[in-house]
């Protein structure tokens, strides 16, 4: 069963910063894309970060100098380190992924996946 785990949400004071991790497991993967999407309380779901298997990689306007996304595509890990938080980065943050799934030598087509998030929630 293809997972994304994310890890490394929690509390922290304004200013302060977290770094999330996500890994893909349950298969054998090849990359296009991963990403970070976050969605605060009572709110849509925004783009945070993306990150494609070239390396290239977009921010959401709001994080633009104060988060990082990186990969490591052998250890199938997306991660974004959050620098300068403010209380309005208060959010579930999810994880997602475009790729697709090897088996027997083989490449499914592409297709869209979802961690179940992990709560960043920033005190003033």
């Known amino acids: 069963q293809v997972q994304l785990v994310e890890s490394g949400g929690g509390l922290v004071q304004s200013g302060g910063s977290l770094k999330l991790s996500c890994t893909a497991s349950?298969?054998?993967?090849?990359?296009?894309?991963m990403a970070w999407y976050r969605q605060p309380p009572g709110k849509q779901r925004e783009l945070v970060a993306r990150i494609n298997s070239g390396g290239l990689t977009n921010y959401g306007d709001s994080v633009k100098g104060r988060f990082t996304i990186s990969s490591d595509w052998a250890a199938k890990s997306v991660y974004l380190q959050m620098n300068d938080l403010k209380p309005e980065d208060t959010a579930t943050y999810y994880c997602?992924?475009?790729?697709?799934?090897?088996?027997?030598?083989?490449?499914?087509?592409?297709?869209?996946?979802w961690g179940k998030g992990t709560l960043v929630t920033v005190s003033s």
């Open positions: 349950g298969g054998l993967f090849s990359f296009y894309s």
């Open positions: 997602f992924a475009d790729m697709s799934i090897i088996r027997g030598g083989q490449a499914s087509g592409a297709m869209n996946y």
